[in-house]
């Protein structure tokens, strides 16, 4: 039986990583909004109230599929590095590290992705969008389980930061699940920019827009952030904020054919860890694994290992588009996935991080990890809302960026992005800092369709097991013909081999969580193959937290699924 019940509907479909999210989206849609004006509803929400996974002023990357032109598009909704940083200056000072604090802020991404979703795609205004998110900060909400176990995991750290512990430990502790939150100077923030708004509204939508996206990167917002930063020594400068625009950029995708279907998957691009999924999926196109049992040994076997070849292409390859040449139509194509294919042993698990694949005119980063071994907390922040629209639009973001690493900015509710945590500080590597640079964003949403039959928006937080987890599921549902809540439901494998995304990046060789209800058997045969595996609680949060919502195109039924992992919440009509 399914932790949560499938959704189903014939107008409209919303999936969140929080009940109040996907409320907020569904009120949007029901209120005649579009699948863009309902998404940006619910990032702003999640904004809120997984305030301590998802930032206001954090990074909300996104994919938008447009019916009526057949077209799907993505929004780079990552900021990058400010261009008066002195990288040799910031790596030789701290030793090759990243560390706590204003120094890992890079441009704060959410607001103008937000804005800039609405500008091109949507058809309301900020304030319309914002309105339960601003009346939740201000009315508070009720604290999850989710947020209580994270708080409590990061305690620690938050506790160098006097004024968030002020907003998230009032009482010097960390919340208990049920107790009230509340971010009143996060919904005077949103206030402020519904009145600038409303002020430029008599001159159109468009202007109206505009004044938000000015007064929080040229405007008040922005003078308040910048001398607190100048103060406590960050690097953003005016003409960082000032300049900021997310790039509206093509997909990564893939092609191929699973499950007797001619699938396509549409990621976000190799500024983020996006193409990772298509990478995954050419390799496995070229395995025997259409013909394997979900939960056989084989089967998980030869999802690892072909996950451990796509990470070990991620360290070697991906860095930010802008500087670094990564060539990622190889990396998805049969034929270099026909290669790496090859390199999987039906009966020995590689040990560790396997070599990268090699390319013609590409010189792979080879390196080390900072230092292996099991890391002492797996990152949890990050969430996801998916939603398609009656029209068939769809959408889905992953909005991040907690409240533990960086200052509050006072008297605003803002943490600005600390997704420099996510760049490296060595010399070499593809994804190193630089000036203007961006880091490697792990949030990557993506959509799967059938052309002619269905179209899947889905994603999941989760650092590195986010494209572990959007894989199994999307095999699922396409190669072992669950419904969606059972697909999203299924247990799941991790593998940990891989340097982690987030600073000081510990590797855990040959590391396989392996989640119940998977057997003890399959784990020892795991084990047989050189796998070290470590079991994983049902439902584990290290296993990413999957949303969906799919829509049949010849009869119009939606459904939607939720990820019991995370307090997500499907609702449709």
């Not at 994919?63 to 909704?77: F, N």
């Not at 468009?206 to 003078?223: E, H, Q, S, W």
Request: proline residues 8%.
């Amino acid at each position: 039986m399914s932790a949560q019940p499938a959704i189903h509907g014939h107008r409209f479909m919303v999936s969140a990583g929080h009940d109040q999210a996907a409320l907020a989206a569904y009120e949007i849609l029901e209120a005649g909004g579009n699948a863009v004006d309902a998404g940006v509803a619910a990032v702003l929400t999640l904004g809120v109230v997984l305030s301590e996974q998802v930032n206001t002023a954090g990074v909300a990357p996104m994919i938008i599929h447009l019916a009526e032109r057949d077209e799907t598009v993505t929004l780079a909704g990552v900021g990058h590095w400010s261009r008066s940083l002195d990288a040799e200056a910031y790596i030789r000072r701290h030793g090759g590290q990243i560390p706590l604090g204003v120094e890992r802020s890079v441009v704060p991404a959410a607001p103008e992705t937000c804005v800039q979703a609405l500008e091109r795609f949507g058809t309301m205004s900020f304030s319309d969008v914002a309105a339960r998110a601003m009346n939740l900060a201000r009315e508070g909400f009720a604290v999850h389980r989710t947020m209580a176990q994270y708080l409590s995991d990061y305690r620690a750290d938050m506790a160098n930061f006097a004024d968030n512990m002020a907003i998230w430990m009032p009482h010097g502790r960390p919340p208990l699940e049920g107790e009230r939150v509340v971010l009143a100077d996060l919904a005077r923030t949103f206030a402020f920019l519904c009145d600038e708004e409303r002020a430029h509204a008599g001159k159109g939508r468009a202007a109206g827009l505009a004044a938000v996206r000015n007064a929080f990167y040229k405007g008040d917002i922005a003078r308040t952030v910048l001398a607190f930063y100048k103060e406590h020594g960050g690097w953003l400068t005016e003409q960082d904020l000032a300049d900021f625009r997310a790039p509206l950029v093509p997909p990564s995708r893939w092609r191929g054919r699973l499950g007797g279907e001619d699938l396509e998957v549409l990621t976000c691009g190799p500024w983020c860890q996006g193409p990772m999924l298509p990478w995954t999926l050419a390799i496995l196109e070229q395995t025997g694994i259409q013909g394997m049992s979900p939960d056989s040994v084989d089967y998980l076997h030869t999802v690892a290992e072909a996950l451990k070849l796509a990470f070990a292409d991620r360290e070697a390859y991906l860095g930010d588009p802008d500087f670094v040449d990564v060539p990622d139509a190889v990396l998805s194509s049969a034929e270099y996935g026909r290669a790496q294919a090859a390199r999987i042993r039906p009966d020995v698990a590689f040990p560790g991080m396997p070599a990268p694949g090699r390319i013609d005119g590409h010189t792979p980063y080879i390196g080390a990890a900072a230092s292996t071994g099991e890391p002492e907390r797996v990152s949890a922040d990050t969430s996801v809302v998916a939603v398609v629209d009656a029209a068939g639009n769809a959408f889905c973001s992953n909005p991040s960026d907690p409240s533990w690493d960086v200052p509050v900015v006072p008297d605003t509710g803002l943490i600005i992005s600390s997704r420099g945590s996510q760049s490296w500080a060595v010399p070499g590597h593809p994804s190193v800092l630089a000036p203007g640079k961006r880091p490697r964003l792990t949030p990557n949403p993506s959509i799967a369709r059938v052309r002619g039959k269905w179209i899947m928006p889905f994603g999941s937080p989760g650092g590195d097991a986010q494209v572990p987890g959007n894989l199994q599921f999307l095999l699922n549902v396409v190669l072992h013909g669950m419904g969606l809540q059972d697909a999203v439901e299924a247990p799941r494998i991790m593998t940990a081999s891989h340097p982690n995304s987030f600073a000081p990046h510990v590797s855990d060789p040959g590391r396989l969580h392996v989640e119940a209800p998977i057997e003890d058997a399959v784990m020892a045969a795991l084990e047989a193959r050189g796998h070290r595996t470590q079991r994983a609680d049902v439902f584990s949060f290290k296993t990413a937290g999957v949303c969906a919502v799919r829509k049949d195109l010849a009869s119009g039924s939606l459904s939607g699924a939720a990820d019991p992992r995370r307090p997500s919440r499907a609702m449709g009509w």
